[in-house]
């Protein structure tokens, strides 16, 4: 049985902090290798002016993964056009064999049950792994997962790894690309002048 791990998101753009919480749920649950899924166009928020492109975003993703042999960009999402949602991505990777667990923030396990579409038939398909973003948000991860857990037949997996407080805003906002992110997405980042980093 292969165990996949897979971590959407608008990776807008990739960073450190998604990579911790890859590698720990890589480690701590003994998965065979991590999929990095790049939204084609995110259903619950907007892009916000200035962003990488979806191309851009996606060759990030794969600059991120490099020379990692348990990490791996999958553009299953992007292929698929229009809004991705999460359900889809399931049915479309869900196979015989595979076991998948869903790679999650903070932020998405406290909507899960709120606005996540087909919310109870994701419980079915997937191992829920959700990571806290910020110190002091674990106590308010495991009561949502308790909550979850009582709606549906959910398989809730709360890390209790501490973590690395990056987010994507931080870095489109001017945050410390040499801290923040991989040498080679910084590098990228640079070369194409994103986020206004002309001169960065």
């Known amino acids: ?48 002016e200035g962003s990488a492109t979806t191309a851009q975003r996606c060759e990030m993703v794969r600059l991120l993964a490099e020379g990692l042999p348990w990490a791996e960009l999958c553009t299953v999402e992007v292929e698929r056009g229009g809004p991705s949602y999460t359900i889809d991505t399931l049915r479309q990777l869900g196979a015989p064999g595979r076991e998948l667990f869903l790679i999650i923030g903070t932020d998405m396990l406290l909507s899960f049950d709120q606005i996540w579409r087909c919310a109870e038939e994701i419980c079915q398909r997937c191992t829920l792994v959700a990571y806290a ?68």
């Open 133 to 200: 973003r910020d110190e002091g948000e674990q106590a308010l991860l495991l009561e949502k997962a308790e909550s979850i857990r009582r709606r549906f037949p959910a398989d809730i997996r709360v890390m209790a790894r501490p973590p690395v407080p990056v987010s994507s805003t931080q870095l489109r906002g001017g945050g410390d690309l040499s801290r923040l992110v991989p040498p080679a997405v910084a590098a990228y980042i640079r070369a194409h002048h994103l986020y206004d980093r002309t001169f960065a």
């Open 1 to 48: 049985m292969m165990r996949l791990g897979l971590m959407g998101g608008t990776f807008n753009p990739p960073h450190n902090g998604h990579l911790h919480a890859a590698r720990c749920a890589l480690e701590d649950l003994q998965l065979d290798k991590v999929l990095f899924i790049p939204t084609n166009v995110p259903p619950h928020k907007q892009l916000p």
